[in-house]
């Protein structure tokens, strides 16, 4: 498949055209289009979505849910508060997903690199490397004219510190930087197109406790991260975008059928710490309104500024759920459920997966089976991963 972008759509629409034909229906609880009386999408915007792409094969088995789960190196995309409680003195984690292969493109990837250290009993600290490559890419005019090739990508380079507080307790706090390189060089409109640059930090926290049930002693875990709290980013002078900020809760409980079998069901509740786009409105009032929002304004205002107020507002949550089955830590099978809203995006997929531990490695497989009606281009999504986990102080 060829692939062919105009440059209006790849630098996410820099001159929005919105015209006032869309109205709130409390109703109908969506916005209307009044040429045709129907429902409308109103999705959130953002620029660098490759962040909040689940990069590990465990939690794209589990319904993209992370923030609760048992720490491993790939805690560090979910919620490094979760690292503190790492059993192993260095892990090593490495994920590949294939992207869209639904559309029939074969060179868009994401890759992920995380490595994790136990600084001592309390603290543990972690490096991680998120590179997506969009592949070989045609670039057009609005009139369909050539414009040349390039290989669009992006990556995020993230440090973490996570420490424990108590027995129970965690906090972590992480910094990243991000490049979005889409179209550098070429022009939009007499503008030349730069590549995108923008720091970011990450904040999480974890309680862990054991709890009785049946006469059996099992784990519960109670997290909340907020991810992608950073400056907006830009790829031409005069225009910015947000990243896609986030803020998610989440709780798991391990519990353990016997001395060899243990389940693990989480449930996680996610919410984009970004503005809802004024629909009805012009051009101008949605650039005003929108993209020069300020930056804590959009971040703080992003709980009560949909139009359709906390109806809408709720409409913005996605859910994650998760169901884990470990035999003797040996073998693993996972299912899980992703919904989106399908005013809000409309992405709603089962996930499944196993799981291999064989000594100080790990590997993992996951694959994806969306459940809307429409062709959906994550469709058959896989993600492979591998684990290599070491206790440096061990003589044995």
């Known amino acids: 498949m060829k692939k062919t972008i105009f440059f209006s759509l790849l630098i996410l629409g820099i001159l929005p055209s919105i015209q006032a034909q869309f109205k709130w229906n409390p109703k109908k609880r969506c916005y209307i289009d009044e040429s045709t009386l129907d429902c409308t999408f109103n999705t959130l915007l953002t620029a660098v979505p490759f962040l909040q792409i689940t990069p590990d094969s465990r939690s794209g088995a589990l319904g993209n849910a992370g923030i609760a789960l048992s720490p491993d190196a790939n805690a560090m995309h979910h919620n490094a508060a979760n690292l503190a409680f790492i059993d192993q003195d260095l892990s090593i984690a490495l994920s590949y997903t294939p992207w869209l292969r639904a559309l029939g493109i074969d060179d868009i990837n994401l890759s992920y690199l995380a490595v994790t250290k136990r600084i001592d009993k309390l ?181 009560s500024d949909a139009q359709g107020g906390f109806t809408e507002e709720l409409q913005e949550v996605m859910i994650s759920t998760g169901l884990e089955y470990w035999y003797d830590r040996q073998f693993a099978l996972r299912l899980g459920y992703f919904y989106e809203n399908p005013l809000k995006g409309g992405r709603q997929f089962l996930t499944m997966g196993v799981g291999l531990k064989y000594r100080e490695y790990n590997m993992d497989f996951s694959y994806l089976v969306p459940t809307t009606y429409f062709r959906s281009p994550l469709t058959n999504t896989l993600r492979f991963g591998i684990m290599f986990n070491f206790n440096t102080g061990d003589k044995k």
């Open 123 to 303: 603290s543990t600290a972690g490096l991680a490397l998120r590179f997506f490559s969009l592949g070989s890419i045609e670039f057009t005019d609005d009139s369909g004219q050539s414009l040349g090739t390039g290989r669009p990508r992006e990556f995020d380079l993230t440090g973490s510190y996570a420490r424990k507080l108590s027995d129970h307790f965690s906090a972590a706090f992480s910094a990243k930087f991000i490049y979005s390189n889409l179209a550098n060089g070429q022009t939009v409109g007499g503008q030349e197109v730069n590549a995108g640059k923008s720091v970011a930090v990450d904040l999480g926290v974890t309680y862990k406790t054991p709890i009785s049930l049946a006469g059996n002693k099992h784990n519960l875990t109670i997290a909340a991260a907020a991810t992608d709290l950073g400056s907006k980013i830009s790829y031409v002078k005069g225009y910015s975008d947000f990243l896609p900020a986030n803020l998610g809760i989440a709780g798991a409980l391990d519990y353990n059928l016997d001395a060899y079998n243990v389940l693990t069901f989480t449930v996680e509740l996610n919410k984009y710490l970004v503005p809802t786009p004024p629909l009805d409105s012009t051009a101008d009032k949605f650039v005003r309104n929108f993209r020069e929002k300020p930056l804590l304004s959009g971040i703080f205002g992003s709980f």
